[in-house]
């Protein structure tokens, strides 16, 4: 949503041409569409607003896809994935921020906004199994993304796929899903580099704690508990028999 409430904006994809399409929607008008942006891209996945600027940041995945086939996967070998600074009144492309060519087939997927519009990255890699490639990412402004540091070991516990990404209170942490491993990462943002994981079966939902430095984590098990990576103290809230958490959960 805009600041005020009034806009509903919406990650799209035009099928006919594989644009990638930002909806923009009158909540006050029973969500009529008003208007379509480009996204720069192709697969437009997650977005965000950068508070007070009028701007949004588009993680376009790059995977062109068609509801004729499915979940079919249909330009791997020509993918390409990219983080877009789009204004929004005018549509103008900002930056379009890009991985190197031997990252070709990793998918910018999700996003997350800490303090001073810093941006975290959480990716998939479309390729094989064999090749370990850094899964995490930080970027502010016009400068490059940086990949995240980490040995071999953890990246493989990560099975190439990461679900959900998002800061701490203080900004100075992030947390990263990876479902397909049942790992949950913790990562420090100054120093840009993995710190700790913990291991959560079909852990996806990630948002920041009550506390400082904590993050609530959920699971397709029903289990709702929060995790301080630096203290290793753990919380379970909830484990419910009758709901299975999907993949994301917003503090608001």
């Not at 891209?41 to 600027?53: A, D, N, T, V, W």
Request: hydrophobic residues 35%; charged residues 20%; proline residues 4%.
């Amino acid at each position: 949503y805009s600041e005020n409430g009034l806009w509903l904006y919406a990650t799209e994809n035009e099928y006919d041409s594989g644009r990638g399409l930002i909806g923009v929607y009158d909540v006050k008008d029973n969500y009529r569409l008003v208007e379509t942006l480009t996204t720069y891209g192709i697969g437009p996945h997650e977005i965000k607003l950068l508070p007070g600027e009028n701007i949004l940041v588009v993680a376009n995945g790059g995977i062109l896809t068609h509801p004729n086939f499915g979940r079919k996967k249909m330009n791997l070998n020509t993918m390409e994935s990219s983080l877009t600074y789009i204004e929004i009144e005018s549509g103008k492309k900002i930056e379009n921020l890009k991985l190197s060519k031997k990252l070709q087939m990793m998918s910018i997927r999700h996003i997350a906004l800490g303090l001073d519009n810093e941006i975290a990255l959480a990716m998939q890699y479309q390729g094989s199994q064999k090749h370990l490639h850094p899964l995490v990412g930080f970027q502010k402004g016009s400068e490059e993304i940086i990949l995240g540091s980490a040995n071999k070991n953890i990246v493989s516990h990560m099975k190439n796929y990461c679900g959900s990404v998002d800061f701490d209170t203080t900004g100075k942490l992030i947390a990263v899903s990876s479902p397909r491993g049942g790992v949950i990462t913790f990562w420090s943002v100054p120093k840009k580099r993995f710190l700790s994981f913990l291991r959560v079966q079909d852990g996806c939902g990630i948002a920041p704690g009550k506390t400082p430095e904590s993050f609530l984590i959920t699971n397709g098990f029903g289990h709702i508990l929060e995790y301080s990576p630096l203290t290793q103290e753990t919380e379970l809230f909830s484990i419910t028999n009758n709901l299975h958490w999907d993949n994301h959960i917003l503090k608001i």
